[in-house]
């Protein structure tokens, strides 16, 4: 049986009590934090930036996975890295040269990810799998929480996993956007070994994290 791996998505969190949160999602079982930097250019929102990730690595040892949908990236990620992110994600499309953001995540050493939007296809990419550690897939349209699934991202999970175990290529599979008790399963199915959710760990079975956590790993 694969090991799928929870990165609970703190965006669904109570913002008022976001230390206390990470705390419940580490005690609930989460294998990472996964912490959405949205800057209202890239994306139609704003979150939070690296004086919030650097007081909240006080609340947890777990890695913070860190998904930068920023533009222009590049300068900001050593703020990040800074700040506390054990996983740096990256869109190509915010980043005049990915080879060079690719390489300065590496120099910092940090993980490196790249994120495929719904409709960004993956030979954009694809030369650099190699020399990644995780391709976040997401399966709604980045900017806001509690969106529904994409279903048609399942065939690029699948398209992922083929080119993975044809080229015997080691990275993680991430998908992130409207991941439910139902749909991760499918998502599974089709190759992720993380799975990012947000609304469903928080919300569900009136906010019992750990069994909600835990639901999703046995999917």
């Known amino acids: 049986m694969k090991k799928i791996q929870i990165s609970p998505s703190i965006l669904s969190a109570n913002f008022s009590q ?4 990470i705390k419940r999602l580490e005690e609930g079982g989460a294998d990472m934090i ?16 690296p004086p919030v990730i650097k007081a909240l690595r006080n609340y947890s040892t ?3 996975d860190v998904h930068l949908m920023i533009s222009p990236v590049h300068k900001y990620i050593k703020d990040y890295a800074d700040a ?38 993956i030979n954009i990419i694809k030369k650099f799998l190699p020399s990644i550690d995780l391709v976040l897939i997401m399966s709604v ?12 991202v399942i065939d690029k999970i699948k398209e992922l996993k ?11 599979i991430e998908v992130d956007g409207g991941i439910d008790f139902d749909n991760s399963k499918l998502v599974v199915e089709a190759g992720a ?15 019992n994290i750990k069994k909600n956590i835990e639901t999703l790993k046995s999917i």
């Open 18 to 21: 976001l230390g206390n949160e």
């Open 34 to 49: 996964h912490v959405d930097v949205m800057d209202g250019h890239f994306v139609p929102n704003l979150t939070i930036g």
């Open 62 to 64: 777990l890695p913070f």
């Open 84 to 121: 506390g992110a054990d996983i740096i994600t990256i869109h190509p499309e915010a980043t005049d040269n990915l080879e060079e953001s690719i390489n300065l995540i590496k120099k910092l050493n940090k993980k490196i990810g790249l994120s495929l939007n719904p409709d960004t296809p």
């Open 141 to 152: 349209y980045p900017g806001f929480g509690g969106q529904k699934f994409i279903p048609k």
């Open 162 to 172: 083929n080119i993975k175990e044809k080229q015997n290529i080691k990275f993680d």
């Open 193 to 207: 070994n993380i799975l990012v959710s947000g609304t469903t760990i928080f919300k569900n079975n009136d906010g």
